[in-house]
T-cell receptor
Framework: KAGVTQTPRYLIKTRGQQVTLSCSPI?????VSWYQQTPGQGLQFLFEYFSETQRNKGNFPGRFSGRQFSNSRSEMNVSTLELGDSALYLCASSLAYQAGLNTEAFFGQGTRLTVV | GEDVEQSLFLSVREGDSSVINCTYT??????LYWYKQEPGAGLQLLTY?????DMKQDQRLTVLLNKKDKHLSLRIADTQTGDSAIYFCAETQNYGGATNKLIFGTGTLLAVQP
């Protein structure tokens, strides 16, 4: 069974540009979450999707957006990139999405974004 | 609150036991997790514990949960050099409503000396 696939693995962008990152969850998983990891802030929750709907959003500016498709694949977009957006962006997929159930999130390898 | 704290660094000798500690502040946590991150890699789920349990053992890993003190620990028996990595504890708070959002600790760098 294939794991969570994130593309691309590495990306270098210039300030002011926009970027789209992709995540394919484990087959059968319908819940996808995104996290930003930086040395200074650690792992921060960006947003989560289930059945093509954004269910929860972290404390990030509106430049960060995402979507989920009918096949559960998800993309996140960052517009007007800033130097501080340089980070490892991690996607996680989960089978269940229900109160009280085990989240058991499985992570991809991440996309390393460098903004210059 | 959503603060989850861990000590930054732990150094042990190969063959010894390692104990990584985590404290959290929100008593509504339902599940608590331990993840491992090796250099340049994503997060690997190691184990988890439900909030109404106080201990779970999984091969070399033992998780202890003290809900009264909001303290979680991960013990790794017979620590190997391949265990060197950053370890994150994480919690989810989905008792009242559905969410898969994880709140992560600051991470503990485990260095295993041969």
């Amino acid at each position: 069974k294939a794991g969570v696939t994130q593309t691309p693995r590495y990306l270098i962008k210039t300030r002011g540009q926009q970027v789209t990152l992709s995540c394919s969850p484990i087959s059968g998983h319908r819940s996808v979450s995104w996290y930003q990891q930086t040395p200074g802030q650690g792992l921060q929750f960006l947003f989560e999707y289930f059945s093509e709907t954004q269910r929860n959003k972290g404390n990030f500016p509106g430049r960060f957006s995402g979507r989920q498709f009918s096949n559960s694949r998800s993309e996140m977009n960052v517009s007007t990139l800033e130097l501080g957006d340089s980070a490892l962006y991690l996607c996680a997929s989960s089978l269940a999405y229900q109160a009280g159930l085990n989240t058991e999130a499985f992570f991809g390898q991440g996309t390393r974004l460098t903004v210059v | 609150g959503e603060d989850v704290e861990q000590s930054l660094f732990l150094s042990v000798r190969e063959g010894d036991s390692s104990v990584i500690n985590c404290t959290y502040t929100d008593s509504s946590s339902t599940y608590l997790y331990w993840y491992k991150q090796e250099p340049g890699a994503g997060l690997q789920l190691l184990t988890y514990i439900f909030s109404n349990m106080d201990m779970k053992q999984d091969q070399r890993l033992t998780v202890l949960l003290n809900k009264k003190d909001k303290h979680l620990s991960l013990r790794i028996a017979d620590t190997q050099t391949g265990d060197s990595a950053i370890y994150f504890c994480a919690e989810t708070q989905n008792y009242g409503g559905a969410t898969n959002k994880l709140i992560f600790g600051t991470g503990t760098l485990l260095a295993v000396q041969p």
